[in-house]
């Protein structure tokens, strides 16, 4: 009988113990919680039973055999599963890795039932009861393992996402599971580190195994020529979101993403003969720093975000080099700031001379390839060389159909033409953020464009109180924007050029350029709504004037008296909330707009004798 009873702990039927098919269990384990309970049996595929009609037993020998068939049971599904991977390698690199370790584990199972076997035919013959309390932690273990073996197997687990569902159960349940658990996860976690080796430090991708890890590589990829850009070799990977891991933060996975990219860019130039060749130091140090991690045992962002900060200047470093032989990044820079920051004003106020009527309505035809061309237009007209602005930046507008109403100087907008390496520095939100500036400044312009029309061509017919109003209000354009290219852009820009050439990777140059950017927004009072939105308040003032006047000219009229008085005391009372505003917080910059808009404190003066009504200068 005991033959029997140790055969059908290995897994063996015999004449004592059939096998049958188990019983489905509809709700996995973690479905009904992390607490189980002994003797239960997981939808394996087989189940032991004892075989009827046997002599010699009482009835709680028969109930200590049916435990101990649990045991056999979750030992025969385990030891099938184990097999089954082991004949097909197609299952995966972490499904072997939970297989080996998995095997493992039940090794120690198989040696503790092979001892009793030899001590139990050596000695007098003992009761069930002691085989069963001797084999008390198994009757927690084998069925966890079970369990676990059924999680992991779930179509919906692919790839690395077995360490999530490792992770999850790890500290679950009694000492001895927890440390079967936790040996399974190390040796799964032993996998991810070494993709992560590769794809961090060699820039490389196993093509068999590349859909389990976190980066994959993107479907026009496969179809890359070997000489491909190196903007190209960017595009080609992409965070997998079949993979994606719950135990590692969002920011972390993008830092493997990115940080890989970078690598894999350094070996792509060294292997055309280019800087940055990655020395032997280099790999020892960055492999280094994430075999580190294994002594953890387990998947822990904040330790992996910190091994990936130590590799991050090393490829930074090699990249910044890339950068510098391959991009004129001071030229690159000046061309930004020349179009998005309106720094070359002529061509700007050349392009409006084409382009101003095109923003008086609220419905047009005008679209982008118009747009461009006016640009491009503006550009021969100055004698510039059309490939130094127009070929690198492109006017579009996003206005609705025709027949929709819109305000058309909002819907302009900048892009700029960024190619390979310096798209790695001016990313789709940081070219968004620089489009914002532009809107801004360009409507500053149009604005003082309008209000100085009204000046060259109605002078001699326009009223005296509009023409006051057009004078205070050019006053306050003017100065605004005298504000922001002298005293912040040319300033902030000639500050970045310096703090660059200082830089000594390519992550202290996104920083550097972060900070330059976050700064002038601030400057700029991008971040302060209240003040923004003054701004605009005062702006939009200056149109209706100047729509006023011009429709009343094209009519042979003058601007009606009753409305030029009411546009008159808005743009007081939005002149004195403007300064109320600057004068109440102790920023620097706020006092220096304020200093310029109020120069020898005449609208204060004005405001504060008559706030709520616009009176015309005498000066």
């Known amino acids: 009988m005991y033959e029997d009873v140790f ?13 049958r098919a188990a019983e489905r269990v509809p709700e996995s384990a973690e479905a009904r919680g992390s607490d189980h309970q002994e003797g239960e049996v997981g939808s ?5 039973y004892l075989a009827h009609g046997l002599p010699n037993l009482q009835p709680s020998d028969h109930e200590i055999l049916s435990r101990l068939c649990v045991l056999g049971s979750a030992f025969r599904n385990l030891e099938q599963f184990i097999d089954s991977h082991l004949s097909v390698h197609s299952h995966g690199i972490y499904i072997a890795a939970f297989v080996d370790a998995l095997d493992n584990v039940l090794d120690t199972y198989r040696s503790l039932v092979n001892e009793l076997h030899l001590e139990f035919s050596t000695s007098e013959a003992k009761p069930f009861t002691v085989l069963l309390h001797l084999l008390t932690d198994q009757f927690q273990l084998l069925p ?3 369990e676990l073996q059924q999680l992991v197997s779930l179509p919906e687990v692919r790839g690395c996402q077995i360490l999530d569902v490792l992770q999850r159960n790890v500290d679950r349940g009694a000492e001895v599971v927890s440390a079967a658990f936790a040996s399974i996860l190390e040796s799964c976690f032993h996998v991810f580190l070494a993709q992560l080796t590769n794809w961090v430090v060699y820039g490389s991708l196993d093509a068999t195994n590349s859909n389990e890890f976190l980066v994959k590589r993107t479907a026009h990829a496969a179809d890359a020529e070997p000489h491909q850009e190196y903007h190209k070799l960017w595009d080609d990977f992409a965070l997998n979101p079949v993979t994606a891991l719950t135990c590692i933060e969002p920011r972390v996975a993008r830092m493997i993403l990115d940080l890989g990219r970078h690598t ?10 280019e800087p940055g060749l990655f020395t032997a130091d280099d790999e020892r140090m960055c492999t280094a720093h994430i075999m580190n991690l294994a002594t953890m045992g387990r998947c822990d962002s904040i330790q992996i975000e910190r091994a990936l900060q130590l590799i991050q200047p090393i490829v930074s470093k090699h990249l910044w080099e890339i950068v510098r032989q391959s991009a004129d990044l001071p030229q690159t820079l000046q061309n930004m700031h020349a179009a998005f920051f309106l720094h070359r004003g002529d061509l700007f106020t050349a392009f409006l001379e084409h382009s101003a009527d095109t923003f008086a ?3 047009s035809r005008v679209t982008t390839p118009d747009y461009q061309a006016m640009f491009e237009l503006a550009s021969a007209d100055l004698g510039l060389d059309s490939s130094q602005l127009t070929q690198l930046f492109t006017l579009t507008t996003d206005a609705p159909r025709i027949g929709q109403e819109a305000n058309l100087l909002s ?19 940081i070219l968004k953020r620089y489009d914002a500036m532009f809107q801004m400044l360009f409507k500053i312009r149009y604005v003082e464009h309008q209000l100085n029309g ?28 005298s504000y922001l290219q002298g005293d912040i852009l040319t300033v902030q820009c000639a500050s970045l050029l310096e703090n660059i050439s200082k830089a000594e990777t390519v992550h202290d140059l ?14 700029t009072f991008l971040h302060s709504s209240k003040i923004t939105e003054i701004i605009h308040g005062l702006l939009d003032m200056c149109l209706k004037l100047c729509k006023l006047v011009n429709t009343a000219k094209a009519r042979g009229q003058q601007a009606p008296h009753k409305e030029v008085q009411r546009i008159g005391q808005e743009f007081v009372r939005a002149t004195k909330f403007l300064f109320q505003v600057l004068s109440s917080t102790k920023d620097r910059h706020h006092a220096q707009l304020a200093l310029r808009l109020d120069f020898n404190k005449h609208f204060t003066k004005q405001i504060k004798s008559r706030p709520s009504t616009f009176v015309p200068s005498r000066s």
Not at 13 to 19: M, Q, T
Not at 264 to 273: H, K, P
Not at 454 to 481: C, D, G, P, T, Y
Request: hydrophobic content about 50%.
């Open 7 to 19: 055969l059908m702990l290995l897994g063996i039927p015999g004449d004592c113990f059939l096998l």
């Open 44 to 48: 394996g595929k087989e189940q032991f």
């Open 144 to 146: 966890a393992l079970q």
């Open 264 to 273: 894999l860019i350094v070996r792509t130039s060294a292997s055309r003969g």
């Open 361 to 363: 309505s609220t419905a």
């Open 411 to 429: 819907c302009l907008h900048m892009e700029a033409n960024v190619q390979w390496p310096l798209d790695i520095i001016f990313t789709p939100p």
């Open 454 to 481: 009204l000046w060259k061509h109605q002078k001699a017919n326009i009223n005296r109180l509009a023409w006051a109003l057009r004078s205070q209000m050019s006053f306050i354009v003017h100065n605004f924007e």
């Open 510 to 523: 996104i920083a550097v350029h972060e900070q330059h950017l976050t700064c002038m927004e601030v400057m």
